[in-house]
C-alpha cells in the first residue's frame, strides 16, 4: 500500500522560511514523479513544484519560482520542499504527490497517490 506521509508544516513570519518533507512508502517510486501541490481555502490546488525521482532537476510553478526548492533523498525515500522567503499568500494546505504522469506533471491528474497535506500559515 503506497503511503505518502507529508509533515514539516507550521506557523511562520513573512520572510521565514520551512521545509516541508514527504516520506515515501510502499512501491519503488524508480519511474515516478514526486510533486508538491497547495491549496488555500476556497482555491483549487495549485501545483507548486516537481521532480523526478530518478532526476535531480526541479520544476516550479511560477507563483513560488525562485523561493522554493525540491530535492529527494533516494535513501531515505523522502521528499523535500524547502521554501524561503514566504509570503501570507503563501498560506495552504501542501500536499505530496506521486505519480507516473501521462500528461504534464503540473497538472492534478498526473498523480495517482496523495499525502494528507500538511499546514502552512504564514502570519503578516
Known amino acids: 500500500q503506497v503511503q505518502l506521509e507529508e509533515s514539516g508544516g507550521g506557523l511562520v513570519q513573512a520572510g521565514g522560511s520551512l521545509r516541508l518533507s514527504c516520506a515515501a512508502s510502499g512501491r519503488s517510486f524508480s519511474n515516478y514523479v514526486m510533486g508538491w501541490f497547495r491549496q488555500a481555502p476556497g482555491k483549487e490546488r495549485e501545483f507548486v513544484a516537481y521532480i523526478w525521482w530518478s532526476g535531480s532537476m526541479g520544476y516550479y510553478g511560477d507563483s513560488v519560482k525562485g523561493r522554493v526548492t525540491i530535492s529527494r533523498d533516494n535513501a531515505k525515500n523522502t521528499v523535500y520542499l524547502q521554501m524561503n522567503s514566504l509570503k501570507p499568500e503563501d498560506t495552504a494546505v501542501y500536499y505530496c504527490?506521486?505519480?507516473?504522469?501521462?500528461?504534464?506533471?503540473?497538472?492534478?491528474?498526473?498523480?495517482?497517490?496523495w499525502g494528507q497535506g500538511t499546514q502552512v500559515t504564514v502570519s503578516s
Open positions: 504527490a506521486a505519480g507516473r504522469p501521462t500528461t504534464t506533471p503540473k497538472a492534478t491528474r498526473a498523480y495517482n497517490y
